[in-house]
Nanobody, 120 residues
Framework: QVQLVESGGDSVQAGGSLRLSCAVS????????MGWFRQAPGKEREGVAH????????YYTDAVKGRFTISKDNAKSTLYLQMNSLKPEDTAMYYC?????????????WGQGTQVTVSS
């Protein structure tokens, strides 16, 4: 059973930055697709960013393009999400996932989430 543990969530003011980390219990070099999702209160979970290891291609939802960057460190078995120019609408619980299909919600393993709160 692969375990994922997110960290880095915090409360920040609008315009600020955060870097989320997702530590994975097993090697991530060969994991085809990894992603970040978020869920705000009363809303459905949405995909934020995905990383396809085959080509290194990344995918972002329109709301975060140009502000968020997904990356991974294979040596550390860690997935990252750098979030800049944060907005109040970015407030949500953020989850990482692995072993899935990029740009979908079809992922096998999920973390427990880390809370991001952005105040205006």
């Amino acid at each position: 059973q692969v375990q994922l543990v997110e960290s880095g969530g915090d409360s920040v003011q609008a315009g600020g930055s955060l870097r989320l980390s997702c530590a994975v219990s097993e090697d991530i070099y060969s994991r085809r697709c990894m992603g970040w999702f978020r869920q705000a209160p009363g809303k459905e979970r949405e995909g934020v960013a995905h990383h396809y290891s085959g080509t290194g291609k990344t995918y972002y939802t329109d709301a975060v393009k140009g502000r968020f960057t997904i990356s991974k460190d294979n040596a550390k078995s860690t997935l990252y999400l750098q979030m800049n120019s944060l907005k109040p609408e970015d407030t949500a619980m953020y989850y990482c996932a692995t072993d899935g299909v990029c740009n979908t919600h079809a992922y096998k393993y999920w973390g427990q989430g880390t809370q991001v709160t952005v105040s205006s």
